[in-house]
């Protein structure tokens, strides 16, 4: 018989092991999915995980792209595991993402056509500002009313779904866009558009951003008080009461920051790689945050690769769809499984397998 | 005695890395109350648990009746007529005592007949109790007569006792021994597990004393001093606390008619409750666990805060100062559930330095923590309580009660408080340990702090009090010098007596 027996203390080795092994068993399991859909499994591993970055043809335009899709995951996975530290699920991250680029995008094309170096930095504020505000709302309702704020956020991600639609066509359509939806198209208005900085990297303003969070939540998680009561908390909330830390701070503060890097990203979205505010230029992003703050361990660089290899599957997905016809939900699919096996084989951070001497039940 | 019930032939269990029992065997005779002594990891929990089937020796026999016993689940062992009943109870609240009952059966008889039986059952052995009662309004006596009840109605041939009395107020252990001695007079044995000599000295036959999982020996305790069986348990002669002879200063902090209502459905509201507690001394507050222990602790650390007016610090009102302005004054406290309020498992003994020492040691700076300075706070803590670890990065539960209990109780004294509240500060620490961390507390109010201890432990208030004060319903008595008392008062004064006549009353 085996049975599950609770380690004295979690096993860093498993720590570091249980995301590789996850992503071992989603290559192994999506292979034989992609090999019951009818499709060759090792050709389409090798298609979303190699191809990107080293197909002699499609390489040159794909690689630019995992710093483009990486960017944003990261940005709003860093906010997110702050708050999964604490044990404060802000499962809305895409909405507090489209908040951010609504709010940034409509300050900005306030100003148009000015053309100020303030204007950008202007817009990146009130972006984070969108996202955080966004967010304030699952935090009151949750500390004045004691409401849950898994569903409260992601219910608001469909109001903020609504709310762009209405932007897009209505009152932030382009006016000289013969009635098309969609904003106007920052890649046109040189002061506020958010180009790569370095040509052919796919590094622009959100990139950046995205590394300097990694390296901000680093010290803020691992040397700040802040940091420390963050993670008490989420241990062990009543220790956390007794040290003195107020709980109605830490939600605040958690869903705060989350919201407000969501909200930047989705700024840095808009006015760089998507180009406009429109009813799809979301991607799923908020949701897919959430797959790489958790393979990332919560840890700002796990996080920083988790980003990497989830952009890696977005564009090899892509590809795969392109080269060999796979289905887009195949791609959502495996993509689901990475979080899924990472949950499952996270088990054996704090229990082992034990196989028992004697028959006993 | 040659009418052996159970004996026990060299049982030895072995843990990766420590060797629980070794070697162990002692016989308990027929209508015996046989005592297991021994310190915390001597090894008392494994061999009982091997006993009731719960753990599998590696080696050795046990031989019931005459037959050769080896129950590999607990519900052999209760077929072959082997009862237990643990420290630490498992009931559920939210139902009545037959329906508590009935969980632990097998086939339970209809509700109706149950009651019946509990009722007959707990008039037999003077054990009140109302089977229709709901667990959750029960005071932790009450629960451990549901536990004793659901015992005996299997008849055991043997019944287990772990610490049994650490609950209870002094009458209801007068009750629990009456009710020991008359199943013993019908001829059933009884284990039983303690750390109190004094209560072994009277009501116990044999005594088998274990250290470090070895049979240290074997003694009829009628005929010993408690601090004979002291000796043998520890191994060497330990120190009892000096008496020191301070006199008692100025009020450092005081209650006013502290109200605070109950945090939970099962909590206990404070009631017009004050105190005073001056420089150098240190006040004792007894009461049976679930009286308010632990919403006072929490009301003076300023996890919850009072009503403004309620208690002062130094003549300065405090009531609405959080944990960490209270600390920066010096009102310290170190809570009685040591993971998860204490202390944060998870977490290694460094970062729980920081949990409440981060003020007072200066381990943040500028809201960075200094952790080099943390460390070595933790290690000054580990080093001057003995508390056993392989070193300061170990996570919290990964420590065994007691020394997490030094710890914890260490990170305050440590921090040079004006004011230290402590719960239980001893609990489920061996006899070393509790000494030491008594004499620290002692050493604490010599040079001048001001001390509440919380304690349901009476012996250990009775030698480190100045004076005694009891929490009942969450009222707390006139504090009362401790040379004044004696048992009876004491007993009076916990209010214990009240619930002994619930069963006369609902039958």
Redesign the interface.
Same mark, same amino acid.
């Given at each position: 018989m085996i049975r599950l027996e609770r380690r004295? %203390?979690?096993s860093r080795l498993w720590t570091g092991v249980t995301p590789v092994l996850a992503v071992l068993l989603t290559m192994i399991v999506g292979g034989i999915m992609f090999a019951a859909l009818g499709k060759p499994p090792l050709e389409a591993i090798r298609t979303i995980f190699w191809d990107p970055l080293f197909h002699p043809q499609f390489a040159g335009y794909s690689r630019p792209q995992l710093l483009v899709k990486a960017g944003p995951l990261i940005l709003i996975a860093i906010g997110l595991s702050i708050g999964f530290r604490a044990g404060i699920w802000n499962i809305g991250a895409e909405g507090q993402y489209i908040m951010g680029a609504v709010c940034g995008a409509a300050v900005g094309l306030a100003f148009y056509p000015a053309d100020s170096a303030l204007l950008f930095p202007l817009m990146v504020v009130a972006g984070a500002l969108g996202g955080w505000a966004w967010a304030m709302i699952p935090a009151v309702l949750r500390t004045k009313f004691g409401t849950n704020e898994i569903l409260v956020s992601l219910m608001l991600v469909y109001v903020a779904e609504n709310i762009l639609a209405s932007a897009s066509s209505g009152w932030l359509r382009n006016p000289e866009g013969q009635g098309f939806p969609g904003s106007r198209n920052f890649k046109q208005w040189p002061a506020v558009f958010n180009d790569e900085l370095v040509a052919g990297t796919g590094m622009h303003w959100g990139v950046v951003a995205a590394f300097i969070a990694v390296i901000a939540a680093y010290v803020l998680m691992a040397?700040?008080?802040?940091g420390?009561n963050v993670?008490?908390t989420g %241990?062990?909330p009543?220790?956390?009461?007794?040290?003195?830390v107020?709980p109605v701070r830490i939600v605040f503060l958690c869903l705060g920051i989350s919201g407000a890097l969501a909200g930047a990203a989705g700024l840095f979205e808009v006015t760089g790689p998507a180009g406009q505010v429109s009813i799809d230029f979301g991607s799923g992003y908020g949701f897919t945050a959430i797959i790489v703050a958790f393979l990332g361990r919560l840890n700002p660089f796990g996080i920083l690769l988790a980003g990497l290899l989830m952009a890696l599957t977005y564009i090899g997905g892509e590809l795969a769809q392109l080269m060999l016809g796979l289905p887009g939900a195949s791609i959502q699919l495996f993509q689901g499984m990475l979080l899924f096996f990472l949950l499952a084989t996270d088990v054996f951070t704090n229990y082992r397998l034990r196989f028992a001497r004697?028959e006993?039940? | 005695m040659d009418d052996t019930l159970l004996r026990l032939r060299g049982l030895t269990k072995a843990y990766p890395g420590v060797v629980a029992n070794d070697d162990v065997s002692f016989d308990i005779g027929a209508s015996e109350i046989h005592a297991l002594l021994g310190e915390n990891g001597a090894g008392k929990s494994t061999l009982v648990k091997m006993i009731f089937g719960l753990v599998?020796p590696d080696k050795g026999e046990m031989v019931l009746e005459g037959k050769p016993y080896a129950p590999?689940?607990p519900s052999d062992a209760r077929q072959s007529g082997v009862a237990m009943v643990f420290q630490h109870f498992s009931l559920f609240n939210a139902l009545d005592v037959a329906e508590n009952v009935a969980l632990g059966m097998e086939t339970p008889p209809p509700l109706r007949d149950l009651a019946r039986q509990i009722r007959e059952v707990s008039e037999a052995y003077g054990l009140p109790l109302d089977p229709r009662r709901t667990v959750g309004t029960l005071s932790a006596g009450e629960r451990q007569r549901v536990e004793i009840i659901r015992c005996l109605l299997q008849e055991p041939r043997l019944l287990i006792m772990d610490e049994p009395t650490s609950v209870l107020t002094p009458q209801e252990v007068e009750i629990l021994f009456q009710t020991l001695l008359k199943l013993k007079s019908e001829g059933t044995s009884i284990l039983y597990i303690s750390h109190k000599l004094e209560e072994i000295r009277t009501l116990c036959d044999e005594a088998t004393i274990l250290r470090l999982g070895k049979n240290v020996g074997t003694c009829t305790p009628r005929d010993v001093t408690a601090r004979q069986m002291a000796e043998m348990m520890v191994g060497s002669s330990f120190a009892a606390p000096e008496v020191r002879g301070g006199e008692a200063g100025d009020v450092l902090l005081e209650c006013r008619a502290l109200e605070l209502p109950a945090p939970g459905a099962f909590g206990t509201p404070l009631r017009e409750l004050s105190l005073e507690v001056r420089s150098g001394e240190v006040l004792g507050i007894g009461g049976v666990a679930g009286n308010g222990q632990d919403e006072l602790l929490s009301a003076l650390?300023? /996890?919850r805060l009072a009503p403004a007016g309620a208690i002062w610090f130094k003549g300065e009102d405090i009531s609405r100062k959080? *944990?960490?302005?209270r600390?920066a004054l010096g009102v310290l406290s170190a *809570?009685e /559930?040591r993971?998860?309020?204490?202390?944060? *498992?998870?977490?290694s003994l460094t /970062?729980n330095a920081?949990?409440?020492a981060?003020r007072r040691k200066e381990l943040?700076s500028g809201?960075?923590?200094d952790?080099a300075a943390a460390k070595g706070f933790a290690e000054e803590v580990i080093a001057r309580f003995d508390v056993r670890t392989p070193g300061p990065g170990?996570?919290a539960?990964?420590l065994s009660g007691g020394n997490l209990q030094k710890y914890v109780v260490g990170r305050e004294i440590l921090q040079d408080p004006s004011v230290l509240v402590v719960n239980q500060p001893t609990w489920g620490v061996d006899a070393a340990a509790a000494a030491a961390i008594r004499q620290a507390l002692l050493d604490l109010a010599g040079q001048g702090a001001a001390i509440i201890c919380i304690s349901q432990d009476l012996d250990e208030l009775m030698e480190v009090s100045d004076r005694f004060a009891a929490l009942n319903e969450g009222r707390l008595s006139r504090a009362v010098p401790v040379a004044e008392l004696d048992i009876e008062k004491i007993g009076l004064m916990m209010g214990g007596a009240h619930d002994m006549e619930v069963a006369h009353a609902a039958g």
């Open positions: 004295p %203390e979690p040397r700040h008080i802040q420390y993670r008490l %241990e062990a009543r220790a956390a009461r007794f040290a003195g107020s004697r006993t039940a | 599998q590999s689940k650390s300023g /996890e959080g *944990p960490v302005a600390r *809570p /559930e993971l998860g309020h204490a202390a944060a *498992p998870n977490m /970062e920081v949990l409440t981060a943040v809201g960075f923590i952790w170990v996570a539960r990964a």
